[in-house]
T-cell receptor
Framework: DAKTTQPTSMDCAEGRAANLPCNHSTISGNEYVYWYRQIHSQGPQYIIHGLKNNETNEMASLIITEDRKSSTLILPHATLRDTAVYYCIVISMNYGGSQGNLIFGKGTKLSVKP | DTGVSQNPRHKITKRGQNVTFRCDPISEHNRLYWYRQTLGQGPEFLTYFQNEAQLEKSRLLSDRFSAERPKGSFSTLEIQRTEQGDSAMYLC???????????FGQGTRLTVV
């Protein structure tokens, strides 16, 4: 699976959009970009995933660049409860091997401030 | 759907003792994963099951660790002869298939004294 690079930490004002970047320059054609977050002392929580197109759900939007070498997770109106570590993960969907296993990095610690 | 359940939530044990953790995945989820997380680090993959078959084990999973998933339902993770370095949060996750999101439990926090 391709590796990802994320900033160690970010701050965001409550009510503003939080834009979390992720670089995955070695991503291959069959690899998806997944985002999870982990609130303190809880298990990771799925947010969103995509392959090529931008995606949106009730939690967030995922913007993937045309060359797929980077992506941005957008929380449109951050709240204090969005304070967490956010993980960007690239996963292969090929059969066999480690396909589907989540390989976490250190993620980005997002602090939403009042 | 009651989510992924892990028991116990906390476990304190003396070095050298054996411990066993249990994970009950979301019903009908075929894939089940075990992860370990130490302070300040992201979760590290240990092993995963497709139904009852253990398909992959990380090099982190030493011979003191063993995981089972009898009948493809709940899973257990046993650590024999615990060491202080085994102190960590042990997370379980399940998913319906490879292309769907994984749901994590709250974890079992192990402290080896």
């Amino acid at each position: 699976d391709a590796k990802t690079t994320q900033p160690t930490s970010m701050d965001c004002a409550e009510g503003r959009a939080a834009n979390l970047p992720c670089n995955h320059s070695t991503i291959s054609g069959n690899e998806y970009v997944y985002w999870y977050r982990q609130i303190h002392s809880q298990g990771p929580q799925y947010i969103i995933h995509g392959l090529k197109n931008n995606e949106t759900n009730e939690m967030a939007s995922l913007i993937i660049t045309e060359d797929r070498k980077s992506s941005t997770l957008i929380l449109p109106h951050a709240t204090l409860r969005d304070t967490a570590v956010y993980y960007c993960i690239v996963i292969s969907m090929n059969y066999g091997g480690s396909q589907g296993n989540l390989i976490f990095g250190k993620g980005t610690k997002l602090s939403v401030k009042p | 759907d009651t989510g992924v359940s892990q028991n116990p939530r906390h476990k304190i044990t003396k070095r050298g003792q054996n411990v066993t953790f249990r994970c009950d995945p979301i019903s009908e989820h075929n894939r089940l994963y075990w992860y370990r997380q130490t302070l300040g680090q992201g979760p590290e993959f240990l092993t995963y099951f497709q139904n009852e078959a253990q398909l992959e084990k990380s090099r982190l999973l030493s011979d003191r660790f063993s995981a089972e998933r009898p009948k493809g339902s709940f899973s257990t993770l046993e650590i024999q002869r615990t060491e202080q370095g085994d102190s960590a949060m042990y997370l379980c996750a399940s998913s319906l298939k490879v292309s769907t999101e994984a749901f994590f439990g709250q974890g079992t926090r192990l402290t080896v004294v």
